[in-house]
């Protein structure tokens, strides 16, 4: 790890793909510049936290003129490491995994589908969405030979901390799980999880709390 990457805090980090996206669409409509205060605006946070983020990249700004968008854009895509494609394994190749690989989204952003596995040899040897699958024994193979980065676990539950074990054991050190429960992973392993009922239940309580209002 850079000693840049250690300095910025996480919560950074975490907003640095929002600011990315907000230059993209600013690029789309042929923008220049931007204030802070407009790319907070577009972010939804305010003007201070996004000038102290975009510190940690040593980009200051200009008085009276704001942020250049293009090179903010190399800035931040540098930082994040988007220079260069990241090939992704997803695990599991049920209905969530067969939707995730089906996402062009991925490949468009630099992480290509490079493959499926799978615990069930009825779905080895076959594609889905045109990313071959192949069985979770051919994995330590797959991630050398395909320079795999990222591994995104889409299996049920119970097998999540199993398929974890997998990918560390494979040299695979950046892990996204969709499976619902709580894994461990090995020091020095990125894990980031999205549980899509967790933030349904968030929304509930809004939605609860809504409507009783004024009851």
């Known amino acids: 790890m850079t000693d840049r990457a250690r300095r910025i805090p996480e919560a950074t980090v975490a907003r640095l793909p929002v600011y990315l996206r907000s230059l993209a669409e600013l690029h789309d409509d042929k923008i220049a510049t931007v204030s802070s205060e407009r790319l907070a605006e577009m972010a939804g946070v305010n003007a201070a936290k996004v000038r102290k983020d975009l510190s940690y990249l040593g980009s200051y700004g200009t008085r ?17 490491g988007l220079t260069h494609d990241w090939p992704v394994v997803i695990v599991g190749a ?48 797959l ?20 398929v974890a ?16 429960t709580v894994i461990a992973v090995p020091e020095g392993t990125s894990l980031r999880k999205v549980d899509l009922a967790l933030e349904l239940q968030v929304l509930s309580f809004y939605q609860e709390h809504r409507d009783t209002e004024g009851v």
């Open 64 to 80: 009276g003129v704001g942020y250049d968008v293009e090179y903010l854009s190399f800035q931040m895509s540098r930082e994040l």
């Open 94 to 141: 049920g209905n969530l995994g067969q939707a995730l690989a089906n996402y062009g989204g991925f490949r468009q952003r630099g992480f290509p589908v490079a493959a499926l596995v799978d615990a069930s040899r009825e779905k080895v040897g076959g594609y889905i969405h045109g990313v071959p699958v192949h069985h979770m024994d051919d994995l330590p193979e």
């Open 143 to 162: 991630a050398a030979d395909l320079g795999i980065a990222i591994g995104i676990i889409a299996t049920p539950a119970s097998a999540a901390q199993e």
């Open 165 to 180: 074990d997998a990918l560390a054991a494979a040299g695979i050190r950046s892990i996204l799980n969709f499976a619902p």
